[in-house]
């Protein structure tokens, strides 16, 4: 089945082994994981409180509500069947708009600072990608991690740059080759999607971006078991400035029994995982969690980009008026 979206996007109901991910060398004999053996129990500490157990509810903040965003493709009723995954129709142009066929779907790689702190969690000055993250300590066990991230409409200045919020989940060395990251949020990337929407987005590499992963299921690697969520599709209804917040919540946690990364949204909404054979650090787990947004400045006109992040309003501004992510974490 094919499914056209009101905006524009095709996607097609792929059979679930059929999928993308399934040509990956190292899946060749992989099996479908059709759910984790158990959903994680999450615990959430707030101010002045100790860990309890969280419970789905509306959020409240100074007065205003928080919705669930979902996804634009849904609003003509129509859905994928069970057994097929939807995946979002690459076009000609979204090849074209790439630098070349193997940086297709991939993120630029980035140029390392050895000036910058040896501890330091992400390249802020790499190749013009600039960050502004709240981050684990190093060097921790961790074994699944939320972000809970309202979802605007930022300002893109250039086709090349775009604007994101998300969680990373990562092991390695940020100083060499062998960085391993899986990563969701949504993303506002005209280079990529051909437009400025919001966009539900996944990421992976085991080698700091060189050569392996990419976004959504560009690519080998991502193993979807959903019918519903259709990543790289846009994202409806959008936060507004001191109007109605929405969000999206990303759960992203490894199986205990077989080692796979599940991801799920929105209330727990399974839509599938990172296999254990990608990864090298990843494949035992992750030492860092990382929350928060990225842009790409390439200073186009020698002056730094009016690209947003979020909002475009920093964070004293309040409420409805810039970004707001929370994040929680078992170790």
């Given amino acids: 089945m094919t499914i056209e979206s009101p905006d524009g996007d095709i996607i097609d109901c792929v059979h679930k082994r059929k999928q993308p991910a399934l040509d990956h060398p190292l899946l060749k004999n992989h099996k479908i994981q059709r759910e984790p053996p158990e959903m994680p129990r999450l615990k959430v500490l707030k101010d002045g409180e100790e860990l309890r157990p969280e419970r789905t509810k509306k959020s409240k903040e100074a007065g205003g ?22 995946i979002r129709r690459s076009t000609v142009g979204d090849v074209l708009r790439a630098k070349s066929l193997f940086d297709f779907g991939k993120k630029r790689r980035r140029s390392i600072s050895l000036a910058r702190r040896r501890d330091a969690p992400d390249v802020v000055s790499g190749n013009g990608h600039e960050h502004a993250i ?17 979802v605007w409409d930022p300002t893109i200045e250039a086709v090349n740059e775009f604007s994101l919020s998300q969680i990373w989940i990562l092991s390695g060395s940020f100083n060499g080759p062998d ?4 990563e969701a ?3 506002v990337s005209p280079e990529l999607y051909g437009d400025s929407r919001p966009r539900l ?3 992976w590499t085991s080698d700091s ?24 599709a846009s994202i409806s209804p959008l936060s507004s400035y001191t109007g109605n917040q929405y969000d999206i919540s990303i759960l992203i946690w490894k199986d205990p029994k077989l080692g796979n990364w599940w991801m799920s949204f929105g209330d727990g909404t399974l839509v599938g995982y990172w296999p254990a054979e990608l990864f090298t650090h990843l494949a035992k787990h992750a030492t860092m969690v990382e929350w928060g947004g990225e842009v790409v400045n390439s ?31 078992k170790l």
């Fill in 209 to 232: 971006y060189q050569a392996t992963g990419c976004y959504n299921l560009l690519c080998a690697g991502f193993v979807q078991t959903h019918s519903r969520i259709a990543i790289g």
């Fill in 134 to 150: 709240a981050y684990t300590g190093l060097l921790e066990e961790v074994y699944g991690a939320k972000a809970t991230i309202n």
């Fill in 179 to 182: 960085l391993n990251s899986i």
């Fill in 299 to 329: 200073r186009a006109d020698g002056k730094h980009t009016a690209t947003q992040m979020g909002s475009g309003h920093f964070a004293e501004d309040g409420f409805r008026k810039r970004q707001a992510i929370s994040g929680t974490l």
């Fill in 65 to 86: 509500a928080v919705r669930r965003s979902w996804q634009m493709w849904h609003r003509n009723g129509t859905r994928c069947p069970r057994g097929t995954v939807p």
């Fill in 185 to 187: 949020g949504w993303q």
């Fill in 201 to 203: 987005f996944t990421y």
